[in-house]
């Protein structure tokens, strides 16, 4: 909690007269260049509005005055609810949210040092693990599990973090047939469409393609999650050198384009929609042909659609706080904390990332209990210097003078847990004094491994049953639809 007399750090990247001519140039774009939807669909809904297509190439052209009167209706904050229906949450302003990232192939195994393709199991661990991480506020569909059909993994994946954790989250599709099966769980969890409409629960990923196209499958999902009065969160992917301009400006300036088209269909299909501005924004290395997200040069990329954002006002994500290291070494941990500690300081929203290796593949549940750490350091950060008495100073150090140290100064209890953060086992802050000069050290990732062990086996989160067996059915339902007829036991 954070004290009325405090100063919260804060940055601003760009300076708002670069914004304004950032947000020109996206408009300009938008009205000459236009954007491609590969949706049938999402071309009458743009006609509909009055907007110019050309229907042979599927190309909208958004006057600048239609989009500014979407920006007008979309919410510049809401707030999410847990599984339970308490409120979690909020999106918008500068609070922030960190959760897991998403949609990674890969477990890094703690046992063998290697990763391997992620099972239905890591990932009912991964949930349980999130469960009981204090500083990870919210979860996601953050591993594909390699051993059900990939029709289902979408939908398997939210029943399964519905049921071992009750944190909101972060989902998505990469199956057009998925949304509606997703839906219905989130539906039947919440108490119906309303219900759901009035205590969002999840935020729906929704991807553009670039350069400039949004994809069947995206604009779908955005349509639906509008009909639905559900969250979406458009996560535009420039890549800078390669599916975006090489120079960073223009990168903001083609994700500013993409991203406001998405709003300005999710507004028009209904207006007040949820829509959150965000994004994985990197560069491509031109050495390796990879796209590293650690890299100083995708964090600036963020850091500048940030300030785009917050400009218009808008609820902000991206993706930070994960590493393109392939294992915990001194690489995972500079580029993790480097993309938390600047997302705190931005206000950024909805922090993807934490616990994710190797270019968004891989999870690793010692890197997420390491991460959880960071992000309470990163909260800290948030609660800025408080002014807790005046004189700040003078008095104390009047009262403990005569005794030369102030540990029995009434303020030291009285302030100690407001002003210090106290990270837990795997942070080492003995000295070489504490510990047996005959043994080394353990390593961090060593208690990251105890550690993990230890939440794993404390009580988990159980939905309660008659909503588990309706969950159940519906996903039963949509396995026997691609050939399996009963579920991995988890």
Not at 143 to 162: G, K, Q, T
């Amino acid at each position: 909690m954070t004290h009325p007399n405090f100063f919260r750090p804060r940055l601003q990247f760009l300076p708002r007269n670069f914004v304004e001519r950032i947000l020109d140039e996206a408009f300009d774009i938008l009205a000459t260049a236009g954007i491609q939807f590969e949706n049938p669909a999402v071309l009458k809904i743009f006609a509909e509005h009055g907007l110019r297509i050309d229907e042979e190439k599927h190309l909208v052209y958004f006057p600048r005055d239609a989009v500014e009167k979407t920006l007008q209706t979309a919410p510049k904050t809401f707030s999410l609810f847990d599984v339970n229906g308490e409120r979690a949450r909020t999106v918008g302003g500068d609070e922030v949210t960190y959760d897991p990232g998403s949609a990674a192939l890969k477990v890094l195994d703690a046992k063998t040092g290697k990763m391997r393709h992620a099972l239905s199991e890591d990932y009912a661990q991964l949930s349980r693990l999130v469960e009981h991480l204090d500083h990870v506020k919210a979860h996601s569909t953050a591993l594909v599990p390699s051993d059900v059909p990939v029709e289902i993994s979408d939908s398997y994946r939210l029943y399964l973090a519905l049921t071992h954790c009750h944190k909101p989250l972060i989902t998505g599709i990469f199956q057009i047939s998925s949304q509606q099966p997703m839906l219905e769980m989130l539906r039947i969890v919440r108490g119906g469409s309303q219900a759901l409409r009035d205590k969002p629960l999840a935020i729906f990923d929704c991807c553009p393609s670039s350069p400039l196209r949004w994809s069947d499958l995206t604009s779908h999902s955005l349509i639906e999650c509008a009909k639905a009065g559900v969250p979406a969160e458009i996560v535009t992917v420039p890549l800078a050198g390669a599916t975006s301009p090489i120079t960073l400006s223009g990168s903001v300036v083609q994700h500013a384009v993409e991203t406001l088209a998405g709003l300005t269909l999710a507004q028009m299909v209904n207006p007040g929609a949820p829509v959150v501005f965000g994004g994985a924004a990197s560069i491509m290395d031109m050495k390796t042909a990879t796209t590293p997200f650690g890299s100083i040069e995708s964090t600036m990329l963020t850091l500048a659609y940030i300030d785009v954002a917050k400009y218009l006002g808008l609820p902000t994500h991206a993706y930070l706080g994960l590493s393109d290291s392939k294992t915990l070494d001194l690489q995972a941990g500079y580029e993790t904390y480097q993309g938390i500690l600047f997302a705190a300081l931005a206000g950024i929203n909805i922090v993807s990332g934490v616990g994710i290796l190797d270019y968004i593949t891989c999870h690793s549940f010692e890197k997420l209990v390491i991460d959880n750490e960071l992000c309470g350091m990163a909260y800290r950060m948030m609660q800025g210097l408080a002014e807790r008495d005046r004189p700040m100073a003078k008095t104390i150090i009047a009262e403990s003078r005569e005794l030369g140290y102030f540990l029995e100064h009434p303020t030291t209890m009285q302030y100690l847990r407001d002003e210090q953060f106290f990270p837990a086992k795997v942070v080492d802050r003995t000295s070489m004094q504490m510990v047996d000069a005959e043994e080394p050290p353990a390593r961090d990732w060593e208690r990251a491994a105890k550690t993990v062990e230890t939440l794993l086996a404390k009580p988990a989160f159980e939905i309660e049953a008659g909503l588990k067996s309706e969950l159940l059915k519906i996903m039963r339902s949509e396995a026997k639809k691609w050939g399996m007829e009963e579920l991995p036991i988890v």
